[in-house]
């Protein structure tokens, strides 16, 4: 143990108890240490005890047993000498909405007694280095995701703390603000020398930190550089492209149905796959026999999957059966959105979009914080007016009858509209309800979500005690109770650890090969690879639609490798705004 390092904590012990009684292990015989001038990354699935490391060391909560020591003093023994000396960006960072830029940084500078000089300073370090020096007169409230997360660590950062820890800063903000708050945090380290503790559920976020720590319901399943855990894939690691008549997606959720598939998962057109075990050669059996397939290296997601297979047996798997090939079945327009306009006042949050989604397609509407994919959402859900144009979902124009419209659709908020204080059985009665079904009707349609989204176990409970997990499950099952020809995604991964998102599209791709029309939101920009066709879209305009092959090859990209749907976005987006920037000068 070196007793220098910032962080240094060992057999860290923490149990919680649930309302209903239940012990539960967030963290058991824990381990780790942080050195000093590096970025240590917190990583693992939903319900990890992530977000409880965070907190031991913040000092806001005591282990039950073990040793922790941060910046040289027992946490447990005195907290507040530690909290003085430390920056913690919890999750949920408070923001006052109702107070500017420049207020709020005030106000956290006047609960940490910096001097008017030394603010001077902060402030204009600060706000150079999160580029909100245009902003300080803006209320918080009115900033963007991403903003409010730079405002939110600008203010963590007001008094320089000899340690920031970072609890998931990047969970639900858009890929250019992402990028923008990394070269952030990576630069306080290789500049400033600052140590860093962050916990993520981006993996690629974790390729990029000095050290990663792997957890598993409490446990530590392994730790050290990124790559040494990356090269637990070595020999195991490969690309095949889809044979003809199959999707990149369709084969991903075949091969995830394969016991020797640890993972796979879409990338830009083709499907990487990682074995079980090593290999020289791909296999020749099954559905490989008609699979273009080749070697390539590992990263640091194949061998953070390789840690879950090996910890969790039972891999999660839909139910919902996958047609053997695409169905033959009409591939009509369901959803058509022509010319469609939102205005809040003088305010234009939905500029003059059109797009078609027909049956069986997934259409993914993506851009950055702000940029009219919500409002967009709602309306084609019917729960907010159209201002103009023409929107037409299964049929129904949303204009004169949005009621009967809803029928037809199933929606999943951003925020999971469930009721916390209903358990998982009473959200489903609930819901169930809310759609007509009566009798036994309702009673087929909740015993079949409670079977294929695996909710049993859990159907006592309060929905607002389950595992983010659960409650993306439980979302997803209730917008589906009434069988509906169109589904409507908002965001719906957002803060979903790796294994959760796999398992959730395999329902999504399961539900479109049988016909559901999908149209969906998100900020991980791999998961646009799953679409058949998406539009990007910034200050309520779109700025790029088509399928992902036609989107990636607008991307720039490092000269030894195929552009992503990251680069394309970040390429696009910025260009949209420099043209901007140069007609407003």
């Known amino acids: 143990m070196n007793a220098a390092s910032p962080i240094v904590g060992r057999g860290l012990r923490k149990d919680f108890r649930r309302g209903t009684g239940e012990a539960v292990h967030a963290l058991d015989r824990v381990s780790l240490e942080a050195h000093h001038g590096t970025l240590t990354a917190v990583v693992g699935p939903d319900g990890a005890g992530k977000t409880t490391l965070m907190r031991l060391v913040a000092g806001l909560i005591a282990p039950d047993a073990g040793d922790l020591s941060v910046l040289d003093c027992d946490v447990a023994a005195d907290p507040q000498r530690v909290q003085d000396r430390i920056g913690y960006m919890p999750q949920k960072f408070g923001l006052y909405e109702d107070l500017t830029v420049q207020e709020n940084m005030d106000l956290y500078a006047d609960l940490h007694g910096i001097e008017a000089e030394e603010r001077t300073q902060q402030y204009r370090r600060l706000l150079e280095m999160t580029a909100l020096g245009r902003f300080t007169n803006r209320l918080a409230g009115k900033l963007s995701g991403g903003m409010k997360q730079k405002l939110g660590l600008a203010c963590t950062l007001v008094r320089s703390p000899q340690l920031i820890l970072l609890d998931e800063p990047t969970v639900g903000v858009d890929p250019v603000s992402r990028r923008e708050l990394w070269e952030i945090i990576l630069g306080l380290v290789k500049r400033e020398g600052m140590t860093v503790l962050v916990s993520t559920s981006y993996l690629d976020e974790a390729e990029r930190c000095d050290h990663a720590v792997v957890l598993h ?106 047609a053997d090939s695409k169905q033959e079945a009409a591939r009509d327009v369901v959803v058509e959105v022509r010319d469609l306009v939102r205005c809040f006042g003088n305010f234009t949050a939905v500029d003059h979009v059109s797009f078609d989604v027909k049956r069986g397609e997934i259409f993914g509407l993506l851009g950055p914080n702000g940029a009219g994919k919500t409002t967009t959402f709602r309306m084609l859900c019917g729960l907010l007016p159209v201002t103009s144009g023409t929107l037409r979902v299964a049929g129904t124009d949303l204009r004169s009858a949005r009621a009967s419209a809803r029928q037809h659709v199933g929606y999943v908020a951003q925020k999971f509209s469930l009721y916390g204080q209903l358990t998982v059985g009473e959200n489903l009665g609930f819901f169930a309800s809310a ?91 791999e998961e646009a690879e799953y679409c058949d066709n998406a539009a990007i879209l910034d200050a309520g305009r779109i700025l790029a639609i088509g399928a992902p092959a036609e989107i990636r090859a607008r991307g720039r990209s490092e000269q030894d490798r195929q552009p992503s749907m990251e680069d394309a976005f970040i390429a696009i987006v910025g260009e949209a705004r420099s043209h901007q920037t140069e007609r407003i000068a």
């Open 435 to 525: 759609y007509g079904l009566r009798g036994d009707r309702r009673r087929e349609r909740i015993a079949w979500a409670m079977e294929e989204f695996e909710l049993t176990r859990v159907s006592q409970l309060p929905s607002m005690q389950l595992p983010g997990g659960y409650k993306q499950r439980l979302a997803m099952a209730a917008a589906l109770l009434h069988e509906p020809e169109i589904l409507f995604l908002d965001e719906p991964t957002s803060g979903a650890d790796p294994m959760a998102r796999r398992e959730f599209w395999q329902r999504i791709t399961a539900l479109a090969e049988g016909g559901v029309a999908v149209v969906v939101t998100t900020h991980f920009m």
């Open 217 to 322: 319901s409490g446990q530590v399943l392994d730790q050290g550089p990124p790559k040494t855990i990356a090269d637990r894939a070595a020999d195991r690691t490969f690309i095949a492209d889809p044979p003809a008549g199959l999707s990149a997606r369709g084969l991903q959720a075949r091969l995830l149905q394969d016991s020797e598939i640890v993972d796979a998962v879409p990338e830009a057109g083709r499907v990487r796959i990682v074995l079980a075990t090593k290999r020289d050669q791909k296999p020749d059996a099954g559905l490989f026999a008609r699979v273009n397939i080749e070697p390539i290296a590992p990263r640091f997601e194949d061998g953070f999957m390789m840690l879950l297979r090996n910890t969790v047996r039972d891999r999660p798997s839909s139910k919902i059966g996958l």
